[in-house]
């Protein structure tokens, strides 16, 4: 944990890991290898509460959740401590005012996060099965240890540590962790701006976050309503009017399936709030502000007796400004005319730049190279009547640029994943595609939603299951038109596409 | 936002392509003897992955040793938010100047910022997001600053949509297309800066300014014009440098600048 918080550990069957900003107990004495590594990985950004939270739940969601034991997290957040319970495992939070909050694992189908103020000064965390012992604690830093049952001391509560001095721990010999983690390597420095700090109402009910387009009982309907014609003028509210999408997409010709109507939300009702995503991206939003503690009050607290209520210092990393050994580059090459095409002028950071596949095209008179199909070409905008049809094989050119509603581009000359999370997609991990990650306040984004790729001059786009689908504005422009699940379908450019409630414009410089 | 780490934020500067910059005053683990800085925050919350590659790239441009480079002095991220500080003008930049500069202060400005460019080129790094406002004023000359962060925080990414559509003004179009950035890309763009600074007007006349898709149409599609109110000199030049296929440009951003060295001379 934390160097200013306390961490004390109790005998029993489960294991305790803690590294900087986080205390996990796990039950049972092997925890997987896969919760050890997020725990650690999720120390490297600190503080480490929401990245923890996200990795848990990636793990939760993904394919071995079921080896996956009961275990309950505390970790700092910003501005307070998030409790994390998963399975048979229960928390108590006491609060400055003497009440407890008690938090349990199994109240949850999935799990439980919750981001207590604060003002909680003393969170503990043990198994249903194995409750804390009375036995004296054990102090840990870090490490790896057997333990049954976890505790962490928010410190200069005055309330708070009058009721723990009885358990003043005195470290037993053979106590020391046995794994040591490694050493944070940023420094808290001095506080960031007071946060206000937001205490969760005692008799709130627990908050059972999960990826709430994967779980909504609603899909989210796509965002232009089917039965308004596309209006440019009237859509104030999106940044990309599409007047031309409808009649571009006939520049060339995509083998789309005819419209199915009864996938198509008709009259898309007004979208809900999805349940839990406020908990999800602020946990404590809803929370009384009134009772926030003043900044005031924070300054205040050298001259009384007060329980201090300043906030966390937000660790800072500030690194070196000297190059890693082994990363200086070659100068830029020469833009010279480069007869394999395409690669001239490359920048020097290759680990970014996909290796290119070869395809069969044409040249048009001025040598550049285009798919076979073309009218005019795409670099130039000669017409390609006259060309010799001569194939040749040469390395793909972008086939064009995703314009997302945020205006956020991406060239397509790559195989991309779309969704809320798409790093955590396997195609991302072996970097056999790019992510894009869509942000989506309603959660209507699937963590793994969608996927583009590229097949010979073909732009295919596939919906991944996604909860809420991924949708392409029909021909006409006055509806939407679900794609089966897993199964491509070819875009041709100008289409409009609504993965979740995000949208995007696929642009081509085909020139017609 | 009044802090980022240690620094005590004091006014924006302006937002760029993926953040804002901020005036502050340094925190004292600098040891510097200035009494401002200008601090970018990084307007998204990037991944692991992408502060590895931002910081990559940061420490390659502050590694090179050029006097028109406008100095890094620190680089950091804090509860998953990207800053960096670097040097500060008060003079401003060709963008956002405090007095408007002379037609020579302009040709010397964009001049240094090409020798800045040709620097990190040879130091293999496209600068990418060379514009006015990226070109600071100082000392009857210029200082090129930051760098253009689209595709190192997203692989693949051209526009983050994050700054002012106009800024697509400077980008080459090859560039939005999916070419690689290279030497040529920023030779380009100094063109489309000196353009700017010397006529007060867009190589493409007038970008429509309501959305972005139709802003990168209109760029992607219209060939650019230059300005009948350049001398013959300086319209052959950014003519040279805008020419549609990169082999028939300057080869250098230092040969860029010696031709405008030529032009301020002639003056």
Redesign the interface.
């Known amino acids: 944990m934390n160097p200013d918080r306390r961490l004390e550990i109790g005998r029993g069957d489960g294991t305790v890991v803690a590294v900087p900003g986080i205390a996990l107990l796990a039950v049972g004495d092997d925890p997987p290898e896969s919760l050890v590594e997020i725990v650690r990985a999720a120390a490297e950004t600190q503080p480490p509460g929401r990245d923890l939270a996200r990795r848990l739940a990636g793990l939760l969601t993904g394919d071995h959740a079921d080896r996956v034991p009961a275990f309950g997290a505390v970790a700092e957040v910003d501005g307070g401590l998030l409790v994390f319970l998963y399975g048979s495992v229960d928390a108590t939070a006491v609060h400055d005012d003497g009440t407890a909050l008690r938090l349990a694992g199994s109240d949850a189908t999935t799990w439980v996060d919750r981001v207590l103020g604060l003002d909680h000064r003393v969170v503990t965390i043990a198994s249903e099965a194995d409750p804390v012992s009375d036995e004296t604690p054990f102090e840990v830093t870090s490490g790896i240890v057997p333990a049954g049952w976890l505790r962490v001391i928010v410190p200069s509560s005055a309330q708070a540590q009058a009721g723990l001095r009885a358990e003043t721990p005195q470290a037993p010999a053979g106590a020391t962790p046995v794994e040591p983690a490694e050493p944070a390597g940023e420094t808290p420095v001095e506080p960031a701006e007071p946060a206000e700090e937001v205490p969760v109402a005692e008799e709130a009910p627990v908050a059972k976050v999960a990826p709430v387009a994967e779980v909504a009982p609603t899909p989210i309907p796509p965002p232009r309503p089917v039965d308004q014609p596309l209006d440019p003028v009237a859509e104030s509210t999106s940044p990309l009017p599409e007047p031309e999408a409808a009649a571009q997409s006939s520049t060339t010709e995509p083998t789309v399936e005819p419209a199915e109507p009864e996938t198509a939300p008709v009259t898309p009702p007004p979208i809900p709030p999805p349940p839990g995503a406020h908990a999800a991206d602020a946990p404590s939003a809803d929370a009384p502000a009134a009772d926030a503690p003043s900044p005031e009050a924070a300054t205040a607290q050298a001259e009384t007796d007060d329980p201090p209520t300043e906030a966390l210092p937000v660790a800072f990393e500030s690194f070196s400004l000297t190059p890693d050994r082994g990363t200086f580059r070659a100068p830029l090459p020469a833009d010279r005319e480069d007869p394999t095409g395409g690669t001239a002028g490359s920048d020097g950071d290759d680990a970014e730049v996909p290796e290119r596949k070869m395809v069969q095209g044409i040249m048009c008179s001025r040598q550049h190279f285009n798919s076979p199909d073309s009218a005019f070409c795409s670099s130039c905008g000669i017409s390609m009547v006259h060309a010799t049809h001569n194939l040749v094989r040469r390395e793909r050119p972008p086939l064009g640029f995703l314009v997302f509603d945020d205006g956020s581009t991406f060239t397509l000359d790559d195989r991309y994943v779309l969704g809320r999370e798409p790093e955590s997609d396997p195609l991302v991990q072996s970097e056999q595609a790019r992510p894009i990650a869509l942000e989506d306040a309603q959660m209507s984004v699937s963590r793994v939603h969608a996927e583009i790729q590229l097949i010979g001059w073909d732009v295919q786009l596939l919906d991944r299951g996604s909860t809420n689908g991924t949708h392409l504005l029909n021909e006409r422009g006055d509806g939407w038109d679900r794609l089966p699940p897993q199964q491509p379908r070819m875009v041709a450019p100008g289409s409009r596409v609504a993965v979740g409630q995000r949208t995007f414009v696929y642009e081509s410089p085909q020139r017609g | 936002m009044?802090?980022?780490?240690?620094y005590e934020l004091e006014a924006s500067l302006g937002s760029g392509n993926h953040g804002e910059f901020f005036v502050a005053r340094p925190p004292g683990?600098l040891g510097l003897d200035v009494d401002k800085v200008a601090v970018k925050v990084l307007a998204l919350n990037a991944?692991?992955?992408a502060f590895r590659?931002v910081?990559?790239?940061?420490?390659?441009f502050?590694?090179v040793a050029c006097p028109q480079l406008v100095q890094?002095y620190?680089?950091?991220?804090?509860?998953?938010v990207f800053y960096y500080a670097m040097e500060y003008f008060d003079q401003g930049s060709l963008g956002r100047p405090a007095t408007t500069p002379q037609r020579r202060q302009a040709l010397q400005a964009v001049a240094d910022a090409a020798r800045a460019a040709h620097a990190l080129?040879?130091?293999?790094?496209?600068h990418r997001d060379i514009k006015p406002a990226n070109v600071m004023l100082a000392n009857g000359g210029g200082k090129l600053s930051d760098l253009g962060l689209a595709?190192?925080l997203?692989?693949?990414?051209?526009?983050?949509?994050?700054g002012p559509?106009g800024t697509i003004e400077y980008m080459e179009p090859a560039l939005?297309?999916?070419?690689?950035?290279?030497?040529?890309?920023d030779v380009w763009a100094l063109a489309a800066t000196l353009h700017r600074a010397l006529s007060g007007t867009s190589i493409y006349g007038a970008i429509p300014d309501g959305?972005?898709?139709t802003a990168?149409?209109h760029v992607?599609?219209t060939p650019p014009v230059v300005s009948d109110g350049l001398s013959e000199e300086e319209a052959s030049l950014i003519r040279w440098c805008l020419a549609?296929?990169?082999?028939d440009?300057p080869?250098?951003a230092a040969e860029v600048a010696q031709h405008i060295d030529q032009l301020a001379e002639a003056l």
């Open positions: 009044r802090r980022i780490a240690d683990r991944s692991d992955d590659r910081g990559n790239e940061l420490k390659l502050a590694s890094l620190d680089a950091g991220h804090q509860g998953g080129h040879e130091a293999g790094v496209a595709q190192i997203s692989p693949g990414q051209t526009v983050t949509g994050i559509i939005i297309l999916g070419e690689r950035a290279g030497r040529a890309t959305d972005l898709l990168l149409r992607v599609q549609p296929e990169r082999s440009r080869a250098t």
